[in-house]
Nanobody, 127 residues
Framework: EVQLVESGGGLVQAGGSLRLSCAVSGFTFDDYVIGWFRQAPGKEREGVSCINNSDGRTHYADSVKGRFTISSDNAKNTVYLQMNSLKPEDTAVYYC????????????????????WGQGTQVTVSS
């Protein structure tokens, strides 16, 4: 059974940091891309970052470049999203998702390639 479980969300003041984790099971970790997405109330889901676990290549949305860092621990089948300098506009439910890595590129900041999704973790940034 494929599972993606997010953790690490919470309430933080503007300028603070959080680290989200996405623990995956049920498939070969190295064959997949893990993406982070977020959805704020009343807004469309937005791709935040993604990493190709086979070669470590990453992509970031312009809105988070320089503030967020995605990384993976292949031994633990876990992907992390380190979020620094958080802003109130980062408030959203954050989801991780898995996609096959064939054809990996900027398109993986969109949800279409993703096959499996976690249930999400809430991040709230207060001003």
């Amino acid at each position: 059974e494929v599972q993606l479980v997010e953790s690490g969300g919470g309430l933080v003041q503007a300028g603070g940091s959080l680290r989200l984790s996405c623990a995956v099971s049920g498939f070969t970790f190295d064959d997949y891309v893990i993406g982070w997405f977020r959805q704020a109330p009343g807004k469309e889901r937005e791709g935040v970052s993604c990493i190709n676990n086979s070669d470590g290549r990453t992509h970031y949305a312009d809105s988070v470049k320089g503030r967020f860092t995605i990384s993976s621990d292949n031994a633990k089948n876990t992907v992390y999203l380190q979020m620094n300098s958080l802003k109130p506009e980062d408030t959203a439910v954050y989801y991780c998702a898995a996609a096959l890595s064939v054809g990996y590129g900027l398109g993986y900041l969109h949800s279409l390639p993703y096959l499996y999704w976690g249930q999400g973790t809430q991040v709230t940034v207060s001003s």
